[in-house]
C-alpha cells in the first residue's frame, strides 16, 4: 500500500513537473550565462559551418528534429535552451547570434511567448537584434516566423495573435533584409480553423507531423528565393 502511495505521488509530481516545462514554456526564465553553457555544449558536438543559417528561438525551436537541409545556400544549424525567448536573443545576441557570424537567422516565435508579452515589448526585442546586426557590422538576413495559432490559444487568444502578425507584417515591410513569415494557412484544416492533428494533446507543442509541416514551408521558401 506504501509502495502503491508513493508510486502515485511521484507520478503526480513528474505530471507537474512536465506541465511547467513542456506545456508551459512561458514561465520559465534563463540567464546569458545559463544559455551560452547549453549552447557551447552543442557547439562542442560538431565542427561549426561557416556563414550557416542559424535556427534559434525557444519552444518551436526546442523540440525540432526534423532534418532540415540547405537554408538560402547555407547548412543550417539549430539551437535553443530551457527559457529562451525573443527578448534573451536580443539582450545575448553577441554570444546567441553573433558569435556564429551567420548569413541567415531564423526567428520562430512561440505561440505562448507571443500571446503573453505586450507587442511594444516583442517589438522592441526584434528591432535590438536588427540594430545589434548593424552595430557589429554583420551581414544576415533575418526571418522571422509569425506565431501560430495552435488550437490551445485558438478560442482565447487568436484575435490577439492575428494582430500581432498584421503588426509584424507592418514592421518587417521597411526594414532591410528583414522577412515576416505567415505561415498560418500550413496550420490549418480545412474549415480554416487550427489543425489539433499537427500539436501534441496540450494543444500547442507540435508534434511529428507538425515540424515536418514547419520544415517543408521553410525549405520551399528558401528554395524560393533562389528564383
Known amino acids: ?5 508513493w508510486a502515485t505521488a511521484f507520478a503526480t509530481v513528474l505530471i507537474l513537473a512536465l506541465k511547467l516545462t513542456i506545456l508551459s514554456p512561458a514561465i520559465e526564465t534563463a540567464s546569458c550565462d545559463q544559455l551560452r553553457y547549453e ?9 561549426l ?8 528561438g525557444g519552444q518551436r525551436v ?6 532540415l537541409s540547405l537554408l538560402a545556400g547555407r547548412e543550417s544549424i539549430r539551437r535553443s535552451g530551457a527559457g529562451l525567448n525573443l527578448g534573451l536573443i536580443d539582450q545575448c545576441f553577441p554570444r546567441l547570434v553573433g558569435f556564429y557570424q551567420p548569413s541567415l537567422v531564423v526567428i520562430p516565435l512561440d505561440t505562448t511567448y507571443a500571446a503573453n508579452i505586450d507587442q511594444s ?18 551581414d544576415f538576413e533575418l526571418w522571422v516566423i509569425a506565431p501560430i495559432t495552435t488550437p ?10 492575428e494582430a500581432v502578425r498584421k503588426a509584424g507584417a507592418e514592421w518587417a515591410s521597411d526594414k532591410f533584409n528583414v522577412r515576416w513569415l ?16 499537427l500539436v501534441w494533446p496540450d494543444g500547442n507543442t507540435l508534434n511529428e507531423a507538425g515540424y515536418q509541416r514547419l520544415t517543408d514551408a521553410l525549405v520551399t521558401i528558401s528554395n524560393e528565393r533562389k528564383q
Open 121 to 138: 515589448a516583442l517589438f522592441a526585442a526584434l528591432q535590438g537584434i536588427v540594430d545589434q546586426r548593424t552595430e557589429y557590422s554583420l
Open 39 to 47: 549552447f557551447e555544449l552543442e557547439d562542442f558536438q560538431l565542427s
Open 49 to 56: 559551418p561557416e556563414s550557416p543559417a542559424l535556427v534559434i
Open 152 to 161: 490551445r490559444y485558438a478560442l482565447t487568444d487568436s484575435l490577439l495573435l
Open 1 to 5: 500500500m506504501l509502495r502503491f502511495a
Open 182 to 197: 505567415d505561415l498560418e494557412d500550413n496550420f490549418s484544416d480545412e474549415s480554416g480553423a487550427a489543425d489539433p492533428k
Open 62 to 67: 526546442r523540440y525540432w528534429d526534423t532534418p
